[in-house]
C-alpha cells in the first residue's frame, strides 16, 4: 500500500537541503536516511533520502544528487510516498496509523450510525476525525479517548462518547425551540380557558 507521508517545501541553504511539510505520525521510521520514496509526481522519483534534522522545529531532508539550491527548489511541492504493508500496526499500543482509520464507521456505543471518517487532521495539540453524515455534512471528532472509546479494525467501527453539543448541537436548538414552543401554546391555551371561565360566569 503506498501513503503519502510528505510534502517537500522550499529550499534551505545552498546545499541541496529541503523543509517538507510531515504527513505521518512516524517521520523517524519513514523519513529516515536510506529511506527510498517515490512521488507524485512519479517523474520526480524515486527519491533516497541522505539526511535528514530538524532546525527550528522543522524537519530537513538532502536527497541522494540533490547538491544546490537550485536542485533542491525543483523538487518544490513534490509528495513523498511510502511502500507500507497493510498489516503492519505502530509499535505503541493504541496507536494507529491513518490508512486503517480511513472509511471506518463512526457510531455511538448503542450501534446509532453517526457517518464515516473520509479525514485525519493532524494538529498540533490533537488528531481530528473529519466525519462525513448520512446527509452530507462533516463533523470534526477529535481523536481522544474520553470521546473515542473503541477502535475496532475488524468491525471497521470507531465508537464514540460524545460530550453534549459534539453532534447533536442542531438537535437541542430544535428541541428547545419545540419547548419554547410547547410553553407559548400551553400559555395560550390558559389563557383561553380563563377567558372561557369569564364568559361562563
Do not use: C
Not at 510516498?81 to 500496526?89: L, S, W
Amino acid at each position: 500500500m503506498q501513503l503519502v507521508v510528505a510534502r517537500i517545501g522550499r529550499a534551505h541553504g545552498i546545499k541541496g537541503e529541503v523543509t517538507v511539510e510531515v504527513r505521518t505520525d512516524e517521520p523517524e521510521l519513514r523519513l529516515g536516511p536510506g529511506a527510498v520514496l517515490r512521488t507524485d509526481p512519479a517523474s520526480a522519483g524515486p527519491l533516497t533520502i541522505e539526511t535528514g534534522r530538524v532546525h527550528s522545529g522543522r524537519l530537513l531532508l538532502r536527497f541522494e544528487g540533490v547538491r544546490d539550491r537550485n536542485a533542491a527548489e525543483a523538487l518544490r511541492n513534490i509528495l513523498l510516498i511510502a511502500e507500507v504493508d497493510p498489516t503492519e500496526m505502530p509499535e505503541e499500543e493504541d496507536e494507529y496509523y491513518d490508512h486503517q482509520l480511513m472509511d471506518l464507521d463512526v457510531v455511538l456505543a448503542d450501534g446509532t450510525e453517526i457517518g464515516r471518517i473520509t479525514e485525519i487532521s493532524h494538529l498540533p495539540s490533537q488528531d481530528l476525525f473529519i466525519v462525513e453524515r448520512p446527509d452530507g455534512t462533516e463533523l470534526m471528532i477529535p481523536f481522544v479517548e474520553s470521546i473515542v472509546t473503541e477502535i475496532d479494525l475488524e468491525e471497521q467501527r470507531a465508537v464514540i462518547d460524545p460530550p453534549p453539543g459534539l453532534i447533536d448541537d442542531r438537535a437541542e436548538i430544535v428541541s428547545s425551540r419545540d419547548e419554547s414552543d410547547e410553553k407559548s401554546d400551553e400559555k395560550s391555551d390558559e389563557k383561553s380557558d380563563d377567558a372561557s371561565g369569564e364568559d361562563q360566569a
